[in-house]
Nanobody, 119 residues
Framework: QVQLVESGGGSVQAGGSLRLSCVVSGYRYKSHCLGWFRQALEKEREEVSLLDTSGPTTYADSVKGRFTISKDNAKNTLYLQMDSLKIDDTAMYYC?????????????WGQGTQVTVSS
């Protein structure tokens, strides 16, 4: 059973920064994908950034140059450093896990952490 526990969300003014964390346990696959999705009110869940253990890191165009995904293997923790935050970044952010880095191959989700950006 894969468990994903997010933390680090909160309220911040536009232009500010937040760092999200996701503690991962119970890996099902040796090679896998970890990443972040977000869902704003009345919108579909969208990919933010994915990190494949055997491939490249990807970012949504809307966050490129502002967000950085990273992983501390010793702590089994995935991070998302979010800088230059915009009001449009307001959403519930979910940690995600799967065998491959595609939306349809994500099999496990965290409970989510809320990020609110105000002007």
């Amino acid at each position: 059973q894969v468990q994903l526990v997010e933390s680090g969300g909160g309220s911040v003014q536009a232009g500010g920064s937040l760092r999200l964390s996701c503690v991962v346990s119970g890996y099902r696959y040796k090679s896998h994908c970890l990443g972040w999705f977000r869902q704003a009110l009345e919108k579909e869940r969208e990919e933010v950034s994915l990190l494949d253990t055997s491939g490249p890191t990807t970012y949504a165009d809307s966050v490129k140059g502002r967000f950085t995904i990273s992983k501390d293997n010793a702590k089994n923790t995935l991070y998302l450093q979010m800088d230059s935050l915009k009001i449009d970044d307001t959403a519930m952010y979910y940690c995600a896990y799967g065998r491959w880095c595609s939306r349809n191959d994500i099999t496990d989700w965290g409970q989510g952490t809320q990020v609110t950006v105000s002007s």
